[in-house]
């Protein structure tokens, strides 16, 4: 049984007689809307919202195979209809967000790439930092940390189409072989955590996932992990990956977490905005079926010269996904 305060005075009883997580199954009115995608399910059946003008930055934590991917693809899938722009950054040479590539308007699939890829991010930043100036009568010269406003002010006929930055297994893009490398990675994070200090304003969001992310990943990492404040942990493999993701939310989601069977792929803990935690767990979606909506809605990508370079070559193909798939691939039409 769940209890909730309505209002003072009045309570909502919710009696849930089976465990809804075992076969996700969303419900009608899940509330979704512009920027909030009704992710997954909780465990007393009401529906996860990823809200991203509530929750700019979130941090998605997992062992290998324990549901992170199936996470952002959800997101994807439900941004996809709706007049933003989606960029992806995926180290793992594209596997986990080519498939997606009719409706992204940038994708990175290696360190290189991601190098050149996050300064225009951050320009892109600046210049709506100086559009928001520049409207609101601000000089010039004021630092863009002490501007109040943002781009929801703005007219809407100037105001800047919000960006969703994904970055599927943060730690590839943080890898290091040489001195070199190193250089690179900081100054990666550097614009990283530059992008979750300011995007907000800017409507740039950044939703990260990995399966660890501490101080390995180098100078600046904390830093960064202090910057995404939405937190979802599916099964990590030790207890010190679950801290990562939820020991600043409550001792107890870190137990949760470590509870988490691996029968159940996409069964997750997710802090809330209120400090508290619960369980979560997403509903299947196919690689087809989310690719197939990108697909669809690839005429709603919007126009951002910025990112023209970094737009990817979109497959003739469907993707496949392994081992088999029964579903026959037909020729996609422009
Ligand atoms: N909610 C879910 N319901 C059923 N199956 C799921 C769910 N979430 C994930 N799976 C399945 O579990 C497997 C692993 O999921 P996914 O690829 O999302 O994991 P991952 O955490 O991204 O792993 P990796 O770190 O290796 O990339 C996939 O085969 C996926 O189809
Ligand atoms: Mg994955």
Not at 101 to 111: E, F, H, I, M, V
Not at 260 to 282: K, Q
Request: glycine share 8%; charged share 25%; hydrophobic share 45%.
């Amino acid at each position: 049984m769940y209890v909730t305060t309505v209002k003072p005075g009045v309570v909502e009883l919710r009696l849930v007689g089976f465990d809804v997580l075992r076969r996700v199954q969303m419900p009608r009115k899940a509330g979704g809307g512009f920027l909030k995608v009704p992710v997954a399910l909780r465990e007393d059946a009401t529906p996860f919202v990823r809200d991203y003008r509530t929750i700019p930055h979130q941090l998605t934590l997992g062992a290998t195979l324990s549901g992170k991917s199936m996470y952002l693809r959800h997101l994807i899938a439900g941004l996809a209809p709706q007049p933003v722009a989606l960029v992806g950054i995926d180290c793992k040479r594209g596997v986990e967000l080519a498939p997606f590539a009719a409706r992204l308007s940038a994708l990175a699939t290696d360190p290189e790439q991601a190098a050149e890829l996050l300064p225009v991010l951050v320009k892109e930043m600046e210049d709506r930092y100086d559009l928001i100036k520049a409207r609101q009568g601000i000089a010039p010269g004021i630092p863009d940390e002490e501007i109040t406003s943002d781009i929801w002010g703005l007219p809407e006929e100037e105001r800047p189409v919000p960006i969703v930055l994904f970055v599927d297994e943060v730690a590839e893009l943080f890898l290091v072989a040489t001195r070199k490398d190193e250089e690179r990675r900081d100054e990666m994070v550097t614009q990283l955590i530059r992008l979750a200090q300011l995007g907000r304003a800017a409507g740039i969001y950044l939703e990260v996932c990995g399966q660890r992310f501490g101080a390995e990943l180098g100078k600046g990492a904390t830093m960064l992990r202090a910057q995404l404040t939405g937190r979802v942990c599916h099964r990590v493999n030790d207890e010190a990956s679950a801290k990562m993701a939820l020991g600043d939310i409550a001792p107890e989601a870190v137990y949760a977490a470590c509870a988490i069977a691996p029968e159940r792929p996409g069964l997750a803990v997710a802090g809330d905005t209120s400090g508290g935690w619960s369980r979560i767990r997403t509903p299947y979606l196919s690689l087809g079926d989310a690719a197939e909506i990108c697909r669809e809605s690839a005429h709603l990508m919007p126009d951002l010269p910025a990112l023209k370079p970094f737009r990817p070559d979109v497959p003739l193909l469907p993707p496949v996904e392994a081992p088999v798939s029964l579903v026959k691939p037909r020729p996609v039409t422009d």
